[in-house]
């Protein structure tokens, strides 16, 4: 049994399949669709149209590299407002053709850059928030690797959020919680284990459905049990999604998000 | 003496007329506590507050939270980070919530985002209007995922009630940052920012330690989030109650003369 700090560094691993690895694996066909139509084309944020075991579907994620010089390229995965903004517009894209939404999710979170901010980065992750609750076709997101604060969820409020075996998803980074709250970066390592951030933690609490298996050393090891497991439960779920009306669909996702959040009543 | 002027040591010694004493104005971008802003904003005696019911709980178990929050608890006049109910503005029934950056910095965690959801609900079932005035540092660390996903979950009553045709006001006071700038904050149909205050989604140390250099003083103040079109307007404090009250007049029909 692995701690909650060797998971993190599991999902951190360069060497885990990226967003270009579960699209080849798990989906047919892709085609990648760029730019949010208002500044650019953000590179840690891809999507386009893809086939899943037959069906149309939209395919978005975030990217990060399997090198260095890749992980330059895609900012660490890192998405820019204008990556949420193309998200969005493929999201609202796929609700007009009635496609369902994948989201595959591994980003140590939104970037914090000058641009980014003059951009608004976070209007447009609040824009997302506000517009996928709305969609009303199936969304199903899945937490790769990191699951990384806003920057993660921008991309998951869904009708299902799974989460891979050593994935981890958090409020902010195990660094950043041990450098707020006890003024001592160094202590990642103990924030890690009092976060409850690991797939198991967040079943539990009801906040993800489902965990996907992976290899005991994690699924860089060996993909291939990752990408099956992961493709016949998105193909069971949107089956299950899809005899849903456009309301249950929009509904069952508000009820669910509703539902988060521990406090007494008197 | 010109010559004086030239000498390299005068640069930096050219006397400076003492500024004379200001008897300092009020700060728009001091931070105010909920009874106070309260007072200012609602017509006399008219705030009702609702959800006061809900109370803070510690689900990862985090050492001293409760006492922590017992404390502020003693400590301010508020039960938490957000304040709501309704009141009248300018004579018009409305939604109100009023955040307190004296309560762990405002920050959000289940209790703030049930009480916010509450409101937008009632809001929505009752036609009101809502105004809320945000204050926080963003999510709440001690509440790990829950507080995150209190983002996802005001962000949805928000937009229902938005597609109920209703008016929302947001209120950006100092300091309204991460995931509370990230989700409600940034989602109100009309957007007010007090001068000077500190507006924006990463915090500044963050920035500088990613882009390795200093930032100017004006970043992510609320002149900055004016300038690049995300607010609609810049309000004195003086004046944020007549301009709220103009704003509702204006979402409510005819107007009684």
């Known amino acids: ?266 | 003496m010109l010559r004086n002027m030239f000498k390299k040591t005068r640069y930096a010694t050219i006397p400076v007329k003492p500024s004379p004493v200001i008897p300092k104005a009020p700060d728009d971008s001091e931070r105010l506590d909920t009874a106070s802003r309260l007072k200012q904003i609602c017509d006399v005696n008219t705030f009702r507050p609702m959800f006061e019911n809900i109370k803070t709980c510690n689900p990862l178990n985090f050492e001293g939270y409760e006492e922590k929050i017992a404390a502020l608890q003693e400590k301010t006049s508020v039960t938490e980070g957000v304040t709501t109910g309704v009141c009248k503005i300018g004579g018009i029934r409305t939604c109100i919530a009023v955040m307190d950056s004296n309560f762990l910095m405002g920050s959000m965690g289940s209790v703030v985002g049930e009480r916010l959801f509450r409101l937008f609900e009632y809001a929505t079932e009752n036609k009101l209007s809502v105004v809320v005035f945000c204050a926080s540092g963003g999510a709440r660390m001690h509440e790990g995922i829950f507080s995150l996903m209190q983002m996802a979950k005001v962000s949805a009553a928000v937009q229902k009630h938005s597609q109920a045709g209703l008016l929302y006001i947001s209120v950006l006071t100092d300091p309204t940052t991460g995931g509370v700038t990230a989700s409600f904050a940034m989602l109100g149909d009309i957007i007010i920012a007090e001068p000077n205050v500190l507006v924006g989604f990463a915090g500044r140390r963050v920035i500088e330690s990613t882009i390795n250099e200093q930032l100017p003083d004006d970043f992510q103040k609320s002149e900055f989030l004016l300038k690049h079109g995300f607010i609609d307007l810049i309000c004195k404090r003086s004046e944020i109650k007549n301009t709220i009250s103009k704003i509702l007049k204006f979402h409510t029909g005819v107007i009684e003369s």
């Not at chain 1, 990648?32 to 149209?49: M, T």
């Open chain 1, 1 to 266: 049994m692995k701690s909650p700090y060797e998971k993190m560094m599991i999902a951190r691993n360069i060497a885990r399949p990226n967003f270009y690895s579960f699209v080849k694996a798990v989906f047919d066909d892709f085609l990648e669709l760029h730019g949010d139509r208002y500044y650019g084309d953000d590179s840690a944020i891809a999507g386009g149209l893809a086939h899943l075991e037959g069906r149309s579907v939209t395919v978005i994620g975030t990217v990060k590299g399997n090198s260095t010089n890749e992980n330059i390229q895609r900012n660490f995965g890192m998405p820019s407002p204008e990556g949420y903004r193309k998200a969005l517009r493929l999201m609202q894209q796929a609700e007009k053709f009635k496609r369902p939404v994948i989201c595959l999710i591994d980003t140590p979170g939104a970037y914090p850059g000058v641009g980014a901010e003059k951009r608004g980065q976070a209007e447009a992750i609040a824009k997302n928030l506000y517009h996928m609750m709305s969609i009303k076709t199936p969304a199903i997101s899945v937490i790769t690797g990191e699951g990384g604060s806003g920057g993660a969820l921008a991309l998951a409020v869904s009708n299902k959020v799974y989460m891979l075996e050593n994935a981890v998803y958090s409020v902010i980074s195990a660094n950043g919680f041990a450098s707020i709250l006890w003024k001592d970066a160094k202590r990642e390592k103990e924030a890690a284990e009092i976060m409850k951030m690991t797939a198991g933690d967040l079943l539990g609490f009801g906040v993800i459905d489902k965990i996907i298996p992976e290899h005991p050393e994690g699924a860089h090891v060996s993909p291939h049990i990752t990408f099956e497991a992961l493709k016949k439960e998105l193909s069971e779920d949107l089956e299950e999604l899809s005899r849903l009306t456009p309301d249950e669909i929009y509904r069952s996702k508000y009820d669910k998000f509703r539902s988060f959040g521990i406090y007494e009543e008197y």
